[in-house]
T-cell receptor, first 115, second 115 residues
């Protein structure tokens, strides 16, 4: 079975500063994918970034980067230069072929960006 | 517009009633996943269909059922509704991997309120 753990229910950051949202995972599948999604108060799920288990380099997408430490089974999201619009719920998720590619989500971290 | 259409966006109904949630996947995507997001359970996988056939089942109650039709749209049927069924129900379709979403496209969700 797959499991995602997000230990930070809430995080606060000052505008323009960087913030790291933690995510650890557990799976027995050798091939898997790790995702981060943003869910603003409006409710939609917005894809942010993806990391494959065999990817050698950490994924980056604009202000988002994924700090992938395979041996520690962690996939932390780093948001650089936080903006007020980054205030939202953030979910870490994973999938694998062994699970029919369904996404398993963590409980999420509520990020608040202060001006 | 993500390409995945969920209707209705909001639904208010009474306990004991039955409702049907509809999802039209992104064009070309054969796989549809249903998720339930509630305050106490977080994001839970319910069920997956691939090209009309059930592929995987998650934490789906016996009062709930789903199907995928030949045109690939899917319906989630919820019956004998209870207050605890109030949640945001997401549909996601999965298809060819692209850099924009790595295979998954989420609909905007149906917010169900049971009173």
């Amino acid at each position: 079975a797959q499991k995602i753990t997000q230990t930070q229910p809430g995080m606060f950051v000052q505008e323009k500063e960087a913030v790291t949202l933690d995510c650890t995972y557990d799976t027995s599948d050798p091939s898997y994918g790790l995702f981060w999604y943003k869910q603003p108060s409006s409710g939609e799920m917005i894809f942010l970034i993806y990391q494959g288990s065999y990817d050698q380099q950490n994924a980056t997408e604009g202000r988002y980067s994924l700090n992938f430490q395979k041996a520690r089974k962690s996939a932390n999201l780093v948001i650089s230069a936080s903006q007020l619009g980054d205030s939202a719920m953030y979910f870490c998720a994973m999938n694998s072929g062994g699970s029919n590619y369904k996404l398993t989500f963590g409980k999420g971290t509520l990020l608040t960006v202060n001006p | 517009d993500s390409g995945v259409t969920q209707t209705p966006k909001h639904l208010i109904t009474a306990t004991g009633q039955r409702v049907t949630l509809r999802c039209s996947p992104r064009s070309g995507d054969l796989s549809v996943y249903w998720y339930q997001q509630s305050l106490d359970q977080g994001l839970q996988f319910l069920i997956q269909y691939y090209n009309g056939e059930e592929r995987a089942k998650g934490n789906i109650l016996e009062r709930f059922s789903a199907q995928q039709f030949p045109d690939l749209h899917s319906e989630l049927n919820l019956s004998s509704l209870e207050l605890g069924d109030s949640a945001l129900y997401f549909c996601a379709s999965m298809g060819a991997r692209t850099a924009s979403h790595y295979g998954y496209t989420f609909g905007s969700g149906t917010r169900l309120t049971v009173v």
